[in-house]
């Protein structure tokens, strides 16, 4: 997201679990696109509230699980929140080869870059360009 969009949009990543580091195979096929996640780690929603967020400034959670799904619609029983779900391949676990799990990464990958120019628009002009 912040990759397309940059600056329009304060955008903050969490989910249900926060114990888990980004899988390499993300890393791999987002560093293809030119985006960087080897540092970036999952949080959940209550470590992001715990850590200053205020979920009630945001306007839209965008879930891509059933599980982050039911989580983002309890969160609005307290706070207005849009809550949309993307119903994302899960490439865990798809594959036997390592090309065919970069395959599965990257239509999962394809499919969350599809949705967000469907929803937001085209992406940004680069800066510089």
């Not at 696109?33 to 839209?60: K, N, T, V, Y």
């Not at 959670?61 to 982050?68: Q, W």
């Not at 849009?82 to 395959?103: F, H, K, M, N, Q």
Request: aromatic letters at 10%; charged letters at 30%; a negative charge.
């Amino acid at each position: 997201m912040k990759k397309f969009y940059g600056q329009r949009a304060y955008v903050q990543s969490a989910g249900v679990k926060n114990d888990m580091e980004v899988d390499g195979f993300s890393v791999a096929v987002c560093q293809e696109m030119g985006i960087e996640l080897s540092r970036h780690r999952a949080r959940s929603f209550e470590e992001m509230q715990e850590w200053g967020d205020d979920l009630g400034q945001f306007d839209l959670i965008v879930a891509l699980s059933p599980a982050s799904q039911r989580q983002a619609l309890e969160l609005t029983r307290w706070h207005h929140l849009e809550v949309e779900y993307w119903p994302i391949l899960d490439p865990t676990g798809l594959g036997e080869s390592r090309e065919a799990r970069l395959s599965a990464y990257r239509q999962a990958r394809d499919q969350i870059r599809d949705r967000m120019i469907q929803r937001f628009g085209p992406p940004a002009p680069a800066e510089g360009a």
